[in-house]
């Protein structure tokens, strides 16, 4: 008989040790009775954001406020680690896998991050380290070309309900920068990243003889005390790489790297972030931003791919890596770009040992040069590799790459292609429970069941779309087949032969 019960979804949270600690969840019960849990980040669904880490705000003895990092190295359980040890642990709906006493020690090494600006209580926590599953950033940022404050408000809450795990604003070349961040952040529960050399140059007014360090510094500081809570500097990129990146087909194509490079040949000076690592260090610790050591130096073409100018910066960054550590400042590190698929381990094996397996965040890589319009394609290929080989983060890449700014479809199907790839990675690492939303799939395939298989597919309303264009008109049930096979031909009525014969239920 067809199945006439559609799968049913609601809002849970599961609490902590504290009735602050509340951790939203997306409750799934599909027709056959059976449930799930799905990890969600689109907060409490109300305007404006609760402020979920105002309770969790303390301070130490003296009255300085203790970083996440400082708080694990002391033995300090927070707060935040609760949370983000439920919000870990139910992801795949496996009850609870990873106890805060995990988060806690993982971030004690330096090998995750919880990034959450103590100005950003909007933020809800979440842990990025290769023992956890892989996120996914989504970039967004108007400029002056090109969309504006509300087409990138927009864009943040598609992101969020795309599954985005952080979000970086890259905006540019618009009046009041401030603000529009200042929105996001309101907006966000999930962590708010920014290249603040962006900003720097705006202020400058576009002019490189103006951006000075105290303009730079002064953008970092503000940028902090809004609640950004992960800062790209391009700290590694030094003097020294600047001839192995001219011997390149594209030399630098990190915009904050080139606009660092170009300060540093027109002044012929260090680099700024470098000459000033322990200034920026200040200020990261106290407002407790994490920062992601960007790669300024990343290979733009398979070409120049591990090259001296890239794993060189990656030493340098390592030695930085070491100092935001003992300064008690969180870091992740950033990294290519570019690579072929054979050299793609390299860059993780290479990553775990000059930074001392810090989290890495890699855009893509991207495994071939020659599909624009494809490249969400071609970096996820590269994406799910280097993740199952224990890259923490991947930052998406969407078909507009090399093209053009992203368009609010590309940012869906940028994230749609970044979370297939993660949750690939998830699988291969064997990460507890992350094949059970693939069983409960291939379970309601096996008794087509249509509109379970659509309410566990990564986007619904797409998989619905193309199922029904080929199906009956007006089909009041849920038929037992589908147009590939058609009724006559379908193999999955000879697997339920097969499972009677020899009576396997």
């Not at 064997?430 to 379970?452: H, V």
């Amino acid at each position: 008989m067809a199945n006439t019960t559609h799968p049913h979804k609601e809002r849970i949270y599961l609490e902590g040790s504290t009735p602050a600690i509340q951790v939203p969840f997306t409750s799934l019960t599909l027709s056959n009775g059976e449930k799930l849990l799905l990890s969600t980040v689109e907060g409490a669904g109300t305007s404006p954001l609760p402020k979920v880490r105002a309770p969790f705000v303390k301070s130490s003895a003296g009255g300085r406020k203790r970083t996440q990092l400082e708080c694990a190295k002391a033995g300090i359980i927070t707060e935040e680690m609760e949370y983000a040890a439920i919000r870990e642990s139910y992801a795949y709906g496996d009850g609870m896998a990873f106890t805060p006493e995990t988060v806690l020690k993982e971030i004690a090494a330096g090998r995750a991050v919880l990034p959450c600006n103590r100005m950003h209580p909007e933020c809800e926590p979440m842990v990025i380290g290769k023992k956890f599953s892989v996120k996914v950033n989504a970039n967004i940022g108007a400029s002056a070309v090109s969309s504006g404050y509300a087409e990138e408000i927009a864009k943040l809450h598609l992101a969020l309900k795309h599954g985005a795990d952080t979000v970086m604003d890259l905006s540019t070349g618009i009046d009041d920068l401030m603000g529009l961040r200042q929105a996001m952040l309101g907006a966000s529960p999930v962590p708010i990243g920014t290249v603040p050399m962006y900003e720097a140059l705006d202020r400058a007014h576009g002019d490189i003889n103006a951006l000075t360090w105290e303009v730079f510094r002064d953008t970092v500081r503000d940028q902090a005390r809004q609640g950004v809570d992960y800062f790209t500097i391009h700290a590694g990129l030094l003097q020294e790489y600047l001839p192995y990146a001219a011997e390149r087909i594209l030399g630098i194509v990190s915009r904050g790297g080139s606009i660092m490079a170009t300060c540093m040949l027109r002044r012929e000076e260090e680099n700024m972030a470098y000459t000033h690592f322990d200034e920026l260090l200040e200020i990261c610790r106290e407002y407790d931003v994490a920062l992601s050591l960007g790669d300024g130096l990343r290979p733009g073409a398979i070409h120049d791919a591990c090259d001296k100018a890239q794993y060189g910066e990656l030493k340098t960054i390592g030695q930085l890596a070491k100092r935001c550590f003992e300064a008690g400042v969180q870091c992740f590190i950033e990294g290519p770009g570019h690579v072929p698929l054979n050299r793609v381990a390299e860059n993780q094996a290479l990553e775990d040992e000059y930074c001392h397996e810090a989290p890495f965040y890699t855009l893509g890589p991207l495994v071939t040069d020659i599909a624009p319009g494809y490249d969400h394609i071609t970096s996820a290929i590269g994406g799910a590799q280097i993740a199952a080989c224990g890259t923490s983060m991947l930052c998406y890449v969407t078909p507009s790459e090399h093209l053009a700014l992203p368009t609010p479809e590309d940012v869906k199907v940028g994230l749609i292609t970044y979370k297939l790839a993660a949750h690939a990675a998830d699988i291969a690492k064997g990460l507890p429970g992350a094949t059970a939303r693939d069983d409960a799939m291939s379970r309601a395939r096996a008794d087509f069941r249509w509109y379970d298989q659509f309410a566990l597919s990564l986007d619904e309303e797409h998989a619905l779309a193309v199922w029904k264009s080929q199906m009956p008109e007006n089909c009041g049930h849920e038929p037992s087949f589908c147009s590939m096979c058609g009724p006559r031909f379908c193999p999955i009525r000879t697997n339920r032969v097969l499972k009677e014969k020899f009576n396997v239920r």
